[in-house]
């Protein structure tokens, strides 16, 4: 097994990496999910088997497994052969009822669903169409979407210098982190994609092989650039694709991702509802 981000204990004990990683469903990521879901969802297994939850992007199938741990009928989706190779070698050691993966699009959710609970985690700003996809998941999503995901920042002049921050500024940032209060990310301007404000980010050259993008775990799949949506723009979306209460959640940080997360990585988690 070759696990690059999912530390899930296996049913003998041992776990699917050995790098110090906190074993996922014992972190406060995990944990935070877990409260949420406990506040809108019944808590006995026998009824939570007739809840379905979606895990979008699933990568290695830790969370799919966190969520069928806690009774709840689960499906990954997973577009990369290699991920979902180890999704079912967790799904096999685990032996749990209600543990399923796919290979396929996450755009194609709708096939499987609809859904109780959907989760997507590091998944939205890696599509170029996030105002299309987010329709979809409200139409597959009967009440509750647990969404974690970078957003554009409305302000950083660095991004208005276009070749000087690619391919001199960011470089140097990364190595010496000078002068960077916020991740320098590379992205665009602020442009306007399928009528919404935000940042295009670039995944992959468009020459790369089909190959080479298998290999690419965390990036996108279909599309070599992606479009952050802005903060507000994202909250405006969710309402107007059905979800009635839109909320964020801060208490993921702490072992997997640091506590100045939010402010440093543009990054955030929101909890969408449907009354």
């Not at 006995?44 to 709840?72: I, N, P, Q, S, W």
């Not at 991004?159 to 982190?177: D, V």
């Not at 802005?230 to 909320?247: I, M, W």
């Amino acid at each position: 097994m070759n696990f690059t981000a999912h530390n899930i204990k296996l049913k003998d004990g041992s776990t699917t990496m050995n790098n110090g990683t906190p074993i996922l469903a014992e972190s406060a990521m995990w944990t935070s999910i877990a409260q949420t879901v406990d506040l809108f969802f019944p808590q006995t297994h026998a009824e939570r088997a007739t809840v379905k939850v979606a895990d979008l992007g699933c990568l290695e199938g830790g969370y799919t497994a966190a969520f069928a741990r806690m009774g709840f009928d689960a499906l990954g989706i997973e577009a990369r052969e290699d991920n979902v190779k180890n999704c079912n070698l967790v799904k096999e050691n685990l032996g749990l009822p209600h543990l399923n993966f796919v290979k396929d699009d996450v755009r194609n959710m709708a096939k499987y669903g609809p859904f109780d609970i959907s989760l997507c985690y590091g998944l939205l700003y890696h599509l170029n169409d996030p105002v299309s996809f987010l329709q979809t998941l409200s139409d597959s999503t009967k009440k509750l979407l647990l969404l974690n995901t970078h957003f554009a920042p409305e302000h950083d002049f660095r991004y208005s210098l276009g070749p000087i921050n690619n391919y001199l500024l960011a470089p140097i940032q990364k190595r010496t982190h000078f002068l960077e209060r916020q991740k320098n990310y590379r992205l665009s301007p602020i442009t306007t994609n399928e009528g919404y404000r935000g940042r295009w980010y670039k995944e992959w050259n468009q020459r790369t092989a089909k190959s080479g993008i298998e290999k690419m775990l965390w990036a996108s799949y279909n599309n070599d650039r992606s479009f952050w949506l802005c903060k507000k723009e994202l909250t405006q979306v969710l309402h107007s694709v059905g979800f009635t209460h839109v909320f964020e959640q801060f208490n993921f940080t702490g072992d997997l991702v640091p506590d100045h997360y939010t402010s440093s990585f543009n990054r955030t988690m929101f909890v969408a509802l449907k009354s």
